[in-house]
């Protein structure tokens, strides 16, 4: 294969082993041999992936394999920091949002913006879940400094035998209550009505004599 006289720009992008962005695929070749793809090439309007050997050389649209990727040619993983690079918010997302745009990766564009959504979303829950956190230690602290005062003045009331006091208090007011309500009813209001009642005659059925 020739070496390239030009630096890469896209849509093309070296298919590199030792890259982050390595698709392991192999071209079918006239001969039936397969070559490893050199460059990827993604092209306009929607269409699937498809591979060349050179910049700007003739793009194949032979069947493509897919070949096992290699131990040392795993996926790098990605740091807390680098993942924040990739927010909406990071001073880096109009660049990148414009790489993404030129490359027309779109699953990994989609796959960036469903990111920044999720991480949006995990931004909004995380400072509720401060102010929840922040308020409930309030409270809690404000609870215990209630808890203490309900055991200082139950220790006092102990003292002082204040339940059993009112308790007596209570059941010597009900006795009282029940005699009184006893004494009303054996001689009320209609017993002392009915004792030495007069039959009064209305004036005029008086007799004149």
């Not at 020739?2 to 590199?16: G, I, R, S, T, V």
Request: glycine share 4%; charged share 20%.
């Amino acid at each position: 294969m020739e070496q390239d006289n030009k630096a890469l720009e896209f849509p093309f992008f070296p298919n590199n082993p030792n890259s982050s962005m390595f698709f392991p695929l192999e071209i079918a070749m006239a001969n039936g041999d397969k070559v490893m793809v050199k460059y990827i090439f993604y092209m306009n309007g929607g269409m699937d992936v498809a591979g060349c050997l050179k910049k700007d050389g003739p793009v194949y649209s032979v069947p493509v394999y897919l070949e096992e990727r290699e131990t040392g040619c795993l996926h790098h993983t990605m740091s807390d920091e680098q993942i924040q690079h990739l927010s909406a918010n990071d001073p880096w997302a109009f660049t990148i949002n414009k790489v993404l745009n030129n490359m027309h990766l779109l699953h990994l564009k989609a796959e960036v913006m469903r990111l920044q959504k999720t991480l949006t979303l995990h931004t909004t829950l995380n400072t509720q879940y401060q102010e929840y956190a922040k308020q409930m230690t309030q409270l809690s602290s404000r609870m215990f400094q209630v808890e203490q005062e309900l055991t200082n003045i139950r220790k006092q009331l102990e003292l002082g035998d204040t339940y059993q006091t009112i308790a007596e208090r209570c059941h010597i007011c009900m006795k009282t209550t029940k005699a009184r309500h006893v004494g009303d009813a054996t001689h009320g209001p209609n017993n002392h009505q009915s004792v030495g009642m007069v039959q009064q005659v209305p004036p005029s059925q008086h007799r004149t004599s």
